[in-house]
């Protein structure tokens, strides 16, 4: 039996469950049940409540209190004592407040675990999105890019196992019609309300859908759930046109859909998501030692863009969770408020799908190897994340509160490169002698960064609102400016003032952006 993680990637996490599993018999009536993790019922009850209090209001995190964060986290020697705590609910409320992310199709009362990015988060994501093209495809010399249809022939998923495999195990509440995964539960009666469960059931969780004006058999694919597949299906379309040598790589980010019945914890887990993924070609038997570079590599990546370490670390799975064709597979979990899950995975999964749509499709998909005369089927290291994890996590070890001259601070400590503004044009007030001098700064800066001119309310205040949005750079234009060209540099983190001249700004604020340009 297949199992699928939360990223589409195979899954052999738990043994056949006792009895035979149904193929039918699930209602089509899909309830939006919370993902329990390993945490306890209490707080998987009170999430339940939650999501069905939003369900009913619309919007997607309620008044009900969240409990606190049940793991504490270490803080190293060198950090300065404040601490990243902070919970879904107050997360999803500043993001609510400051245009980072909305419920989706609010005005209707929402839609089931979906969301939309507002201006900020719009950015933020953009931001994530490059971060990683930048790591994994500008900066190195073995790596390409490709940019897959989200249809494919079904032909696709039928080689690749997905049509027949790419199932959940479910049990049901018989009493109260939760629905929970099977590879989720601890609990041998629903958390819920205690209710007895059925026997489990296969859920295949790809979104059915039809191509064309007729509704029948011959019209059925699916909207993708992995992008991986578009990447082995053009494999020697690439080869073709690139002239690559083993080991190399294809990148590819984009949307997938998945039919979860577990989704919740804020945008944790949903079932429009989108991917960034890297198939790794390299020769057989070199397999072993790429799997231990991407790991490497990848947990690297999140602490360049400003991860904390203490809130990851690798797990790698036992023999005996892994897929048939899988010879190991590490996920990078993150310590969430709700404890600690799944960020991304590593999985070598050895020449399984060249093979596969080799054999389905009839093309040699091969490398030939000039040097030794070979046909080799490459095998294949896969890093595979979701992007709208990433913004999550990148959120979550921002967010800090601190204590200013008595007052609290909120402010997201994102790094400068993932900061949806970088630089904020602030005059000092709506003077009206600032306000040409001020829109001539802002005319000057918005070119080179993503910029944000604000002139409402006290200058303190926009301070705050900057820092709460994680702008990295403010630049104040205040009465001096009229008499000798210069302006204030303010830090987010420091809240150090650097006096600049106007025509120095552009490199002063560049120097203060590591990695934005
Ligand atoms: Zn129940």
């Keep these: 039996m297949l199992l699928y993680d939360t990223l589409n990637r195979p899954k052999l996490a738990r043994p056949e469950p006792a009895g035979a599993l149904q ?10 049940v919370p993902l329990p993790l390993n945490v306890d019922v209490f707080w998987f009850v009170l999430v339940a409540r939650i999501e069905e209090d939003s369900r009913r209001g619309g919007v997607a995190h309620s008044a009900l209190p969240l409990p606190p964060r049940f793991v504490s986290f ?13 919970d ?44 990683w093209w930048k790591a994994m495809v500008q900066e190195r010399d073995d790596m390409v890019g490709l940019d897959a249809s989200i249809l494919m022939s079904p032909k696709v998923w039928e080689a690749s196992g997905h049509t027949a495999h790419f199932t959940d195990a479910l049990v049901e509440c018989k009493s109260c019609h939760l629905r929970y995964r099977l590879d989720e539960m601890e609990a041998l009666t629903c958390p819920n309300c205690g209710g007895e469960f059925t026997a489990p059931r296969q859920f295949n969780t790809m979104f059915k859908t039809f191509v064309g004006p007729v509704e029948d058999e011959a019209s059925i694919t699916y909207l993708r759930p992995e992008t991986a597949q578009g990447i082995f299906v053009n494999f020697e379309n690439v080869l073709n046109t690139t002239r690559r040598k083993l080991p190399f790589g294809i990148a590819q980010q984009g949307k997938s859909f998945r039919n979860e019945i577990t989704t919740g914890h804020f945008f944790f887990r949903t079932r429009e998501f989108e991917q960034m993924e890297m198939e790794y070609f390299v020769k057989p038997g070199t397999d072993e030692q790429w799997y231990d570079y991407w790991r490497n590599e990848r947990l690297n990546w999140f602490l360049r863009f400003g991860a904390r370490k203490e809130n990851l670390r ?21 310590r969430y408020p709700m404890g600690w899950a ?62 200013v001259r008595g007052e609290r601070r909120i402010v997201l400590k994102l790094h400068p490169y993932l900061a949806p503004i970088k630089v904020a044009v602030l005059p000092l007030s709506r003077n009206e002698k600032l306000v040409p001098p001020a829109r001539k700064v802002w005319d000057l800066l918005r070119p080179q960064f993503m910029t944000q001119y604000d002139d409402a309310q006290s200058i303190g205040r926009r301070y705050r609102r900057q820092d709460e949005i994680g702008t990295p ?15 204030t540099i303010r830090e987010r983190d420091s809240m150090e003032q650097i006096r600049v001249s106007i025509a120095n700004l552009i490199p002063a604020l560049r120097e203060r952006l590591p990695e934005v340009c």
């Excluded at 048939?324 to 996920?331: L, N, R, V």
Aim: hydrophobic fraction near 35%.
């Design 88 to 131: 879904l609910e107050t997360l999803a409320s500043l993001c609510k407040r400051r245009g980072f992310m909305f419920p989706s199709s609010e005005i209707y009362g929402g839609f089931e675990s979906t969301w939309d990015y507002g201006p900020l988060g719009a950015e933020l994501k953009r931001n994530v999105k490059n971060a």
């Design 23 to 32: 193929p039918d018999g699930i209602q089509p009536k899909l309830r939006n």
């Design 314 to 334: 690798l797990r790698e799975y036992a023999p005996d969770e892994l897929a048939h064709y899988s010879a190991g597979t590490t996920d990078i979990e993150y």
């Design 342 to 403: 799944e960020l991304e995975g590593i999985a070598r999964r050895t020449d399984y799908d060249l093979r596969q749509h080799a054999k389905a499709s009839g093309r040699r998909l091969e490398f030939f190897d000039e040097e030794t005369g070979e046909h080799i089927v490459p095998y294949v290291v896969e890093p595979a994340v979701g992007v709208d994890r990433c913004v999550l996590i990148f959120l979550l070890d921002a967010y800090h509160e601190e204590e």
């Design 74 to 86: 270490d803080t190293p020697m060198s950090e300065a004592p404040e601490q990243a705590v902070v």
């Design 473 to 487: 750079l403010c630049v104040t234009i205040d009465f001096e400016t009229l008499e000798d060209d210069a302006v």
